[in-house]
Each structure stands twice: as C-alpha cells, then as structure tokens.
C-alpha cells in the first residue's frame, strides 16, 4: 500500500549543526510529496513541498529534492537554529485518479528535532 | 485573516460515550479534512468534505462520523468511545485554488477516554 516512512527520532543537534532528516515513500502513480513542521503548542504548517520528480522544495533554509529513483525526498538544512526545534513529518498526495483528494494526505510518523545552543 | 479553529481543545469522556468535535475552516476555505494523531499510528486521514458533501474516507470504523455544514464549518462525532479512541483530532481546511495537499491545520482537540 502507499506509505511514508522516516528516520526514526528524536535528533538532537548543537546550533549551526547540518540536518538531515531521512523520508522514503511507496505510491502508486506520482505523488506529491510534502514536509509539514509542528512547532511546540501549535498546528501543522507546510514548511515546503514538489510535485514532479527532480523538483527541490525550499523555504526558511531548508531543501527537499524530490527523487523517483530511490522515491526518496529527504530534508536537508546547512545551519539549524534553536527555533527550529519542532517535529518534522513527510507526507505524500495521491493523485485524483489514484484515490487522491485535495484534503487526503499520508504521513511519516514525524522526527522529533531539538537543537541546542 | 483567522485560521482554523478547532473546539473544544480538550476534552475527557469515558467508555461508551460519545464526542462531537467542532471545526471552523478560514474564512473562504470550503474543504475541510480529519485526522487521528496518536503516538503509535501517528497521523490518520479520517475523511475529507467539501461543499457539504464527503469526498474521501479513510479506513476508520463507523463508529467516527462526520459532516459539514453550508458555512464550512465542520464536525465529527465519535460514538461508544473506545480507550484507543483517545488522541489528537486535527482539522485541516484548504482553499478551492489551493494545490492538493496543502492544507491549513488547527491547533486540535486532545481527547482522553477514560
């Protein structure tokens, strides 16, 4: 079945430190593929996402290239910050005409990231 | 402009109960989504609406049912409450012009079956 999988936590990184959390994925068809972040005490919130295989998804800092080859699509941020402590999950988006909805996402587990100054 | 909002945030039933969750997606957002978060299974797509009618289900029992209403707003009700049934009920909504999977999450309702 279609699932995501990611590197198991919690990870515990000195500020400045290079992050990179691990995200593998079974689909069927070409999914989209997403990283939400949760910080302490809030909601999810996308922090990036691609679509088609070979696009990189960026914001605040952090990649994620989008690998059909290895289905991968892991996030990558060269100097990590104290704020960036939060729980990091992959998820991917079916298409229509594979069962995909608008509001229908498969997530990892989350990696639970502590960064200390 | 208001996000989502989720209510009540925290809740404590018992066995056999039932809970009705309440959800206001942002203001012109006409899908709403659910999701379980429990430690264990992590993340779980419970259903999807849109424009009242339900557009996708996931693999939960009966028991979890939802609906929407003609403003958006959005419940879901959980009936003869089960220990396994405590967790972490998100919502999410999501524009007519947003891509698939992007979606605006509330801060949820922490349900505990006692």
């Known amino acids: 079945g279609n699932s995501v999988t990611q590197m198991e936590g919690p990870v515990t990184l000195s500020e400045e430190a290079f992050l990179t959390i691990n995200c593998t994925y079974t689909?069927?068809?070409?999914?989209?593929l997403f990283w939400y972040v949760q910080y302490p005490g809030e909601g999810l919130q996308l922090l990036l996402k691609a679509t088609k295989a070979d696009d990189k998804g960026s914001n605040k800092g952090f990649e994620a290239t989008y690998r059909k080859e290895t289905t991968s699509f892991h996030l990558e941020k060269g100097s990590v910050q104290v704020s960036d402590s939060a729980v990091y999950f992959c998820a991917l988006s079916l298409p229509m005409n594979y069962g995909g909805s608008q509001g229908n996402l498969i997530f990892g587990k989350g990696t639970k990231l502590s960064v200390k100054p | 402009k208001a996000g989502v909002t989720q209510t009540p945030r925290y809740l404590i039933k018992t066995r056999g109960q039932q809970v009705t969750l309440s959800c206001s997606p942002i203001s012109g957002h006409r899908s709403v989504s659910w999701y379980q978060q429990t430690p264990g299974q992590g993340l779980q797509f419970l259903f999807e609406y849109f424009s009242e009618t339900q557009r996708n289900k996931g693999n939960f029992p009966g028991r979890f049912s939802g609906r929407q209403f003609s403003n958006s707003r959005s419940e879901m009700n959980v009936s003869t409450l089960e220990l396994g049934d405590s967790a972490l009920y998100l919502c999410a909504s999501s524009s007519k012009t947003s891509e698939a999977g992007e979606l605006f999450f509330g801060e949820g309702s922490r349900l505990t079956v006692l």
């Open positions: 689909a069927t068809g070409y999914p989209s």
